[in-house]
């Protein structure tokens, strides 16, 4: 564990192919991620949006479906829990080709479903917009149910008296929601925030795989889907340039770290 962490970070101040020998070129492997097409800082921007585009969305979806499915007057609800987790476990890469197949130009079933009204075929994928909010709605439907069964067990932790006392007290179901349920359930949306920004700031496989028509490499188009990890796969394992994959590594370890502390210290601090 230790040896591998330290020898990439020994790496990124080298340049390296993976079989020639190592040549120490400093700081330009971190030079080199800012400065001409900067895509170390387009990676990070595209997923500070879309961790903006769905994050908010998924929370509060998570939370009003598990209050509603921890109500006694929804019935099956061992059933409606059993669906929405459902996409959480479901294989990722099944997943993300069935997206890609609903979204695609020519064939995909939501232009089908559009073009009964007379809207003319949508390049989902082809626009770095549009790919950005298909992205975000893969991931949304995908943890979604994952958020809600983390809110489902703080809820249940909830005394009913809590609630009983206000609808005696005069409260309505959604005063209820906002004065009783979201204080004490915050430690968990903070959990679930933290989680997001781990999980955005890691993508892989969705956007490897959703954006990959016509390139080899995903992230498109015009890298409006690259993520870090994205970012990192292919200097190392496409261009092998090791030195610079590794130092994407670092700064992404320092970024999220900072994160962290800022979340911790602004969302987490007061319970």
Known sequence: MFYPTLYSFYLSFHEWNGIGPRTYVGLSNYAKLFSGGGLFLKSMTNCTIIFFEYVPIMTLGALILASLLNSRYIRLQGVFRTFIFLPYVTAIIAVTYSFQYLLDTNYGMINLFLSWFGIERIAWLNSPTLARICLSSLITWRWLGYNMVL???????????????????????????????????????????????????????????????????????????????????????RYLRFGTASAVAYLLFVVLFLCGLFEIKFLGGKR
């Open 151 to 237: 809110f489902l067990a703080g809820l249940q932790f909830i005394p009913p008296e809590l609630y009983e006392a206000a609808k005696i007290d005069g409260a309505t179901p959604l005063q209820s929601f906002f004065h009783i349920t979201i204080p004490l359930v915050k430690p968990i949306i903070f959990f679930c925030i933290f989680l997001s920004t781990i999980g955005t700031f890691s993508l892989f496989d969705e956007p490897f795989i959703l954006t990959s028509i016509g390139t080899s490499t995903g992230g498109g188009p015009v890298n409006a889907t690259l993520s870090p990890i994205l970012l990192l796969y292919n200097m190392g394992f």
